[in-house]
C-alpha cells in the first residue's frame, strides 16, 4: 500500500491550481469561452458560410478538448475528464452523440449559435446595442455555468425575451 502525506497532496493540488490556466477556475473559463465566441464572430462577416462553418467545427472540437482535460497546458479538476464534464453537458444543452468530444462541442456550437441570433437581432433592428451586451453576458455565463458543473444561477434565470 502506497501512502501519500497530505502535505504532497496539497503540493500537488496547489502546483495545478497556480499555474494559470486551471479550469476549475470561473475567469479562466470565462475567459476561454470570451475568447472563442470573439475569435469566430468576428469572422462571420468575413467568411462564406461552409468557411465559417468549417472553422466553427474545428475551433469547437479544439476548446472540447481543453475542457475534456486533453491538454497539458489547462490543468483541471476531475471534473474535466471523459465521462464527467461531457455527459452533464450533453444532459443539459442537449447534445445526442456518444462521442465526448462531440457532446462538449457541441454545447460551445449551441453558445455560438445562441449569440449569433442575438447578433442577427441587432443587425435586423429587433434591438438596440444596448440589449446585447447583457443579454450576451448571460448566454456566456450560462455556459461557463454549465461547463464547470454548476447548476443553473444566477443570469441562467432571466427569462428570455
Known sequence: MTVVSTESSIRHALDKVTKGAYLGDHVVVDGLLRNFAFQLLTQTG??????????????????????????????????????????????????????????????????????????????????????WQWQANAVIDRYVRILMGLPPGGLDTVPAE
Not at 443539459?92 to 462541442?105: F, M, N, T, Y
Open 46 to 131: 468575413k467568411l462564406d458560410e461552409p468557411s465559417f462553418m468549417k472553422a466553427l467545427d474545428s475551433e469547437s472540437k479544439s476548446l472540447a478538448n481543453i475542457f475534456l482535460g486533453q491538454d497539458e497546458r489547462y490543468p483541471g479538476p476531475d471534473w474535466n475528464t471523459v465521462g464527467q464534464i461531457d455527459v452533464y453537458v450533453s444532459r443539459r444543452v442537449g447534445i445526442v452523440s456518444e462521442d465526448p468530444q462531440e457532446r462538449v462541442a457541441g454545447a460551445l456550437i449551441s453558445m455560438i449559435g445562441e449569440l449569433m441570433e442575438l447578433s442577427q437581432a441587432i443587425h435586423d433592428g429587433k434591438q438596440i446595442k444596448e440589449q
